[in-house]
């Protein structure tokens, strides 16, 4: 137990995404999760939905802390944790889900738009794509607390910010994604959720 990271934040919004997720993810088998962090919403989510392999990827510094909340769950939905750069390599296998959670607002934009092209070469036909985390529409802020927040990002990393929803919509359309929910979260967040097209 000592060492192991822990997220407030997590466990505060684990339930609200779980309840996201269950509606979406009953026929999955295969999920990615892109910037697993501490490791909690992977133990959470995979224990509430024992039917599908949740797999954890991260940075490398994470890695340790995500191994610790997997090992001491012992599920047997959760493989290895994988290392996972956006800008790197991405797995060679497929998925039929990639989740992430507040994650877009602290890479840069190339960053981002680097996620999508590696969601666009996991992510099956039929799969979804799910990213929890705070957004602006139509370029302004939905609250005053994201506007603090943003200063806070930018203060720390110039090339983080909260993203605007019309453009991240935008990466999303053009790896073949269309956007089915946009649910309101607590604490300000959304949590979309987009389907990908069968290619023909």
Known sequence: MSGKPFAPSCARNQGPILEVLQRHLDDTRR???VGSGTGQHAVHFAAAMP???WQCSDR???LPGITMWLDEAGLPNTPPVIGLDVDGPWPEARFDAVFTANSLHIMGWPQVQAFFAGVAAVLDDNGLLVVYGPFNYGGDFTSDSNRAFEQWLKDRDPASGIRDFEAVDALARSIGLSL???NAMPANNRCLVWYKRKTL
């Open 51 to 53: 039917w599908l392999s």
């Open 60 to 62: 490398a510094d994470n």
């Open 180 to 182: 089915v929910e946009d």
């Open 31 to 33: 999920v990615l999760e």
